[in-house]
């Protein structure tokens, strides 16, 4: 049984997926195994990671419904103590990410550790550092931390349950909120930068779908004040996020961009 599984899940994503295998690969820590799940992808990417194998590379071949099926498929072939998902196109962010994380015994202790993600190719040239301290609260207006920045007690899944398919968009979201209504479990953050985000996938261009899961997951899983604030917030937010479309591309949203969070 390897110390982490690192997983990740893939279609169609041959311009991304060799760096993603090399940040894996370049690991100092090598108590792991990477899972690539792909959904028969039909471009370059099955001859990438061919070309990139190496002994604690597996690659699964499944078809799936969607990126939260091909996760939860790709869990029934991990053996690590520990999962850590890792989209195409995402990158550990150095070689001592698994080493700081695996050497430290505090974190033996944890259930789910959560640390920091660094973005890259925002369009306006911005790199963030996201990730703070996690409670159930810190869910309930929006987003506080995206898979790439937990590492989760793969047994953990058996218990709480699997990624729930109808939010197709923010399924990690709401099993993490799971998580932390189940208030037995130990939790631990570290100000660590796990990886490199890639702004552009899957969940920030279905942002709108995502917001309609999280009102709806909303009503059943958090107070009902939060879920009414959340109903009276959401077409402000619809609006926010149209505008914020219409305007990526545009020098004055580049130059807010900049002045705000600098370069």
Request: proline fraction near 2%; charged fraction near 20%.
């Amino acid at each position: 049984m390897a110390a982490v599984s690192i997983i990740t899940v893939v279609l169609n994503a041959e311009k991304y997926i060799e760096a993603s295998i090399k940040s894996v690969y370049s690991q100092s820590f090598d108590d792991y195994e990477h899972i690539v799940f792909d959904g028969f992808s039909n471009d370059r990417t099955i001859e990438i990671i061919n070309k990139n194998t190496h002994p604690r590379l597996k690659l699964i071949q499944e078809k799936d419904t969607g990126i939260y099926d091909a996760m939860n498929k790709a869990l029934l072939y991990a053996t690590g103590e520990w999962v850590y998902f890792l989209n195409a196109g995402d990158l550990l962010y150095d070689s001592e990410v698994l080493n700081k994380i695996f050497t430290n015994k505090l974190y033996k202790k944890a259930d789910l550790l959560s640390g920091q993600v660094k973005t890259m190719n925002d369009p306006s040239g911005i790199s963030l550092i996201s990730g703070r301290p996690l409670t159930l609260a810190s869910f309930y207006f929006g987003i506080p931390v995206s898979h790439q920045g937990a590492f989760i007690r793969r047994s953990l899944f058996n218990e709480i349950g699997y990624y729930h398919l109808n939010y197709s968009v923010v399924a990690d979201q709401e099993w993490f909120v799971r998580f932390f209504k189940s208030s037995h479990y130990k939790y631990i953050y570290t100000d660590y930068i796990f990886a490199w985000y890639e702004t552009v996938g899957f969940s920030h261009n279905n942002r709108l779908k995502g917001l309609r899961q999280m009102l709806d997951y909303s009503s059943q899983l958090f107070p009902i004040w939060v879920h009414l604030l959340n109903k009276i917030r959401y077409p402000i937010i619809v609006f926010k996020v149209r505008l914020i479309h219409l305007l990526k591309e545009n020098n004055i949203y580049i130059k807010y961009r900049q002045l705000r969070y600098g370069k």
